[in-house]
């Protein structure tokens, strides 16, 4: 069986869509540096950054990074559908979500482990400027991957499903409303799809009020 650590609102959903496309059994352990402390233990004895998601395998073997699991998922399982036979443009898609969207979030959510200094205002006027270049890196991702999303049975495929989890956070999707609506569009799409649907419902339960 397939362990996920993770918690809600987090990028653990991505991973919850994937499992259930692979159609394998898996069960989760709410673990988040805000929740049950134990949790929080058991993870670092798998993965010492304690991030999330943290996915570890039937034969005991872990998958750290969103990208890599849902690469992993996506070879492991190819009927899922989380990647085209030829998968070097959705795998270029999420190794650029993961370099250049991820890790602005983790700035803008913890600008002082990027600074020397306990100076709050330049905490904030970190976490604003990141914010802005995360905001650009996601138009630019339009503008390279909107024909990457689906499969070829129409459905969200492995960047689809990343791309609408992660464009939820720092105000992104209202700047691509304004800045790439036809690529916001079909990011709500596949909001609406019915395996991703309920998922980011049970994350997300007041969005978009809570996106900002």
């Known amino acids: 069986m397939y362990t996920l650590y993770g918690t809600r609102n987090s990028g653990a959903c991505i991973i919850e869509i994937a499992l259930q496309r692979c159609g394998v059994q898996w069960r989760q352990i709410d673990a988040s540096p805000w929740g049950d402390p134990a949790s929080m233990v058991a993870l670092a004895q798998i993965n010492p950054l304690k991030q999330i998601p943290t996915l570890q395998l039937p034969d005991g073997s872990v998958l750290t990074e969103s990208a890599a699991i849902l690469i992993h998922l996506g070879l492991q399982f190819p009927k899922s559908d989380l990647l085209p036979e030829y998968p070097a443009q959705v795998i270029r898609g999420l190794v650029y979500i ?34 802005k270049h995360l905001h650009r890196v996601w138009q630019m991702f339009a503008d390279q991957f909107a024909g990457q999303l689906l499969s070829p049975q129409a459905g969200p495929n492995a960047l689809g499903i990343m791309a609408a989890a992660v464009s939820r956070w720092d105000g992104a999707r209202a700047v691509l409303e304004q800045a790439r609506p036809e690529f916001a569009q079909a990011l709500a799409r596949i909001d609406a799809d019915p395996q991703v649907a309920p998922v980011f419902a049970w994350h997300w339960p007041n969005w978009p009020q809570e996106s900002a």
Request: charge should be negative; charged fraction near 25%; proline fraction near 3%.
């Open 98 to 131: 993961a370099a250049n969207c991820y890790s602005a979030i983790s700035i803008i959510d913890y600008p002082q482990r990027w600074l020397d200094s306990e100076d709050e205002q330049l905490q904030a006027r970190l976490a604003n400027g990141t914010r």
